[in-house]
Structure formats: C-alpha cells, structure tokens
C-alpha cells in the first residue's frame, strides 16, 4: 500500500476509471461503513481484536493448542452468567461447559433461567428476582453479570429500572443487540411476522423487543447507564462459509450495518467500554460449537474484569 505514486497522477484530468487492482476497496468499504454508521448515529468502533483465532482452542486440530489462559487473581464478586433468547433444548446448557469451567477455576457462578420467549421487561424482573436470591444465599453483596446477546438487554433493565444497581458491580456484554438487529427489523417487516407472531397464542420471540427503533429511539433512552455500574462489552466478528445456516441474516446484517457475528453487529454490540471483538459466531460465544472452544473466552473475560477490581 505504498503512497508514493498517488501524487503524480492527481494533476492529470483525464478520467479514465482506475484498474480494478488499484480501487481503494477497503478505503470504500471504510467509508460506505462510516456513513452507515452516521446514519444509525454511533460510530463503528476500531475493530481490534479482545481474542484472536489462535486463542480459541479448535477441538479437532492435532496441533496441541496453546494452555489455557488461567485466573490468576480471584474475583471480589461472584459471576452471573445471563442467557439470550430462544434455542433451548432442555438438555442443552446455554453457556455449555463455561460455569463448571470458571468454578474449577474458584469462582462463584450463577447460571439464572429466565423465560427463554419473553419480553425484556419480563425476563429482567425474572433475573433480579433469581440474583436476590442468590446473593441471600451466598452472603455476596454484589454480582458481576456477563449477559450474552439478549441477556445483556435484561441485564441492563434491571439495572436502571428494577433498582437492580446496588446489586451489580459490573455488567459485561457479548453481542448484545444494544443498537437493535436490521434482522429484527428485516424479519418483522419482510416476512410479516408481526401480524404472525401476534396470532400464537405464545410471544413467541421478542422480535418487537430487538428493532433498531424499539432499541434506539425507546429503550436506550429510558434505560441510561447507572453510574454506580461499570458497563463492558464484546462484539462477534465472523466471515461465513456459503452454506452457514447463519448466511441469510449475516448478509442482511453486512449490507446495513457491517461486520457481525451471523446475528448481532459490531456496531450494535458496542456498549459502555469496548473490549474489542472476538472471532466466534453468535452461538460458537455460548459454546454451541464442535470446532471451537468457548472456554478461553470467559477465562479473559474474568481475567480482565479481576484487573479492574470487581
């Protein structure tokens, strides 16, 4: 990417298009990104890396991984980890295989089951009611909540309006929909599931609860961050192979708002202190993957969370 010829072409006012192989295609793409950004009104972060792929253990690989990233310091409060929405097989863990992972480990976790269908509001006062209890139980005074996707959302809610701050030292995100999902948006406007979800007798999924509008022009603003709170978050960044289950929303989510995780945006995700993004798909971050590993994930996440004192 050397610089030094573009001089000598700019006074020439011929307007032949330039060759292919000298478009700016990542300065375009850049560009397009920014202006997108401008238009949802919150800029795209700098993407840099919180893991990389080479941290991520893949199960299959004869290579010995590199060892684990261990805790080294304890944590002064205990963990809550806060699931998203829907995919519930009984018999599959939403965060498989983390919370016995950090509790070998020695710390306190706390694996709450909320309504796996239901509404923000519904599911946060669900989550308060399950930390109470633990905190009662366990004699801690406060919890550091790590909230996947709509579990961030919950988690917020009861913060700022359940009066859940002095519960909550610190609340971390991953792929959390902060900013709402244009596949939100796609899917209540293209497929009309609206006027089909209305008519289950069940909410089936709180798709009205993950629009940009919903998410920008209602929730953030009457869900401002507490100040006794220190808010984290992570964002998912994957390319996808063609025939991913997960292609048709992550390309609706490329066109409109940029890199993501099949599901969520990085320009979505980011929320309070951005740590950066991680390379794992919207389920490969809960540990619902074959390949890779979430473990690693949640050792840095408490890593980094010890470091600050919480």
């Known amino acids: 990417h050397s610089h030094s010829h573009s001089h000598s072409h700019s006074h020439s006012h011929s307007h032949s298009p330039l060759p292919l192989s000298q478009v700016p295609v990542r300065r375009i793409t850049q560009a397009v990104l920014q202006r997108l950004a401008r238009t949802r009104r919150h800029h795209l972060p700098h993407l840099t890396p919180f893991l990389r792929e080479e941290d991520l253990h893949f199960k299959g690989k004869k290579i010995p991984p590199k060892p684990f990233e261990l805790i080294r310091v304890p944590l002064k409060y205990p963990i809550v980890l806060a699931h998203g929405a829907g995919g519930d097989k009984p018999f599959l863990r939403y965060f498989l295989g ?175 202190e951005f740590w950066g993004t991680i390379p794992m798909s919207h389920s490969e971050q809960i540990g619902w993957s074959n390949d890779i590993d979430s473990r690693p994930l949640y050792r840095n996440i408490v890593n980094q969370l010890a470091s600050r004192g919480h």
């Open 98 to 272: 983390v919370g016995d992972d950090l509790e070998m480990q020695g710390c306190i976790v706390a694996q709450p089951e909320v309504d796996r269908y239901g509404t923000i509001e519904r599911r946060a006062t669900q989550l308060l009611e399950q930390i109470s209890e633990f905190c009662e139980k366990t004699g801690c005074e406060k919890v550091n909540i790590i909230g996947h996707s709509m579990g961030g959302l919950d988690s917020r809610y009861l913060i700022s309006r359940l009066d859940g701050a002095s519960k909550v030292s610190s609340l971390t995100t991953i792929s959390t929909p902060h900013h709402g999902s244009s596949f939100a948006d796609w899917g209540m406007n293209e497929v009309g599931l609206s006027s089909l979800l209305k008519k289950l007798p069940v909410e089936l999924y709180a798709w009205d609860d993950l629009t940009v509008d919903f998410l920008d022009n209602h929730f953030n603003k009457e869900t401002p961050d507490h100040p006794d709170v220190d808010y984290y978050s992570l964002a998912g960044v994957i390319e996808l192979p063609l025939l991913s289950p997960l292609k048709l929303p992550h390309e609706i989510i490329s066109r409109k708002e940029g890199p993501n995780d099949g599901l969520v945006s990085a320009m979505s995700a980011v929320w309070g």
